[in-house]
């Protein structure tokens, strides 16, 4: 396929996954198809990233060269999926979290579209093995995961299909860095991925010392805001660790891994999350923030203006 071939991509569904994908390949200069199977649903999506695009100019935080109004020009949106997948060079997914959905989307889009187009699904859980399955040709085939919210937090996990091409990883990985992501490419699938395993590990010892008595919701929390997190925002755990000892990461687990070790192999197993002794877990969290629509919504538009700035300060 020629450059001349790659302009337009289809962003299947309109929701907030589907929406920031299109606002982050309009800022590349991308036509952006969106189609919606609910009559009128991709030109409501428009709507909201029109008022997005907009905000985010006037807050100096767009994405690319390109004004709103330019970026805007060149969204559309689809209720029929052979109109919306016409032309496209890349189709990048995002249905509701069910495989059935995932499988049932693809195996419709593949007799709409030609054999080099590169089908991409957003899922975050589900591995390209059992969401492909249905596809006849599975080369072209891979998981791009974002990142809640993409716009702001530029990882993207390339995760293959165990057919998959090499060159589709790489023409991938090339977009993603095109339209100012930051692309991780994954060598083999694995459940949960490379992100959502390691968030999967903070989550239950955090989860574990909160219900084990040992520290507070609130603390825990700032163990990562103002402690790990301060570093991990700029460095991960393996520079860390390389920096932190006079001779580099070898001089850095001779001195520490017996520590780690012991550490480790004190971990409880997987807790409950929604059993009966998750209750005061939960019970603390809403005691912080109150877990109705006004609050959470206050909260969360506090982390992407965080995020926001945190995103701009990493650019300059």
Known sequence: MSAADMKIITVIGSGLIGRSWAMLFVSGGYNVKI????????????????????E????????????????????????????????????????????????????DMERFVGKDVILSSSTSCLVPSKVFSKVQNRSRCLVSHPVNPPYYVKLVELVPHPETAAAVMDTTHALMTKVG??????????????????????IAESWRLVQDGVISVKDIDLVMSEGLGMRYAFIGPMETMHLNAPKGLEDYMSRYSENITRVLSSFGPVPDFCGEGAKSVINEMCELIPCDQQHLSARQERRDQFLMRLAKLKKD
Do not use: T, W
Not at 37 to 43: E, H, L, M, V
């Open 56 to 107: 985010l100019e006037e807050a100096h935080m767009l994405r690319g060269e390109l004004s709103a109004a330019q970026q805007l020009a060149l969204l559309s949106s689809y209720d029929d999926l052979s109109q919306a997948l016409d032309g496209a060079f890349f189709v990048q997914e995002c249905v509701f979290e069910q495989l059935e959905v995932k499988q049932s989307i693809f195996h």
């Open 181 to 202: 992501q930051a692309p991780v490419l994954l060598k083999k699938e694995i459940d949960g991925f490379a992100l959502n395993r390691v968030q999967a590990a903070i």
């Open 35 to 54: 189609y919606d199977n609910q009559p009128g649903q991709s030109a409501r999506a428009i709507a909201e990233i029109k008022k997005q695009l907009v």
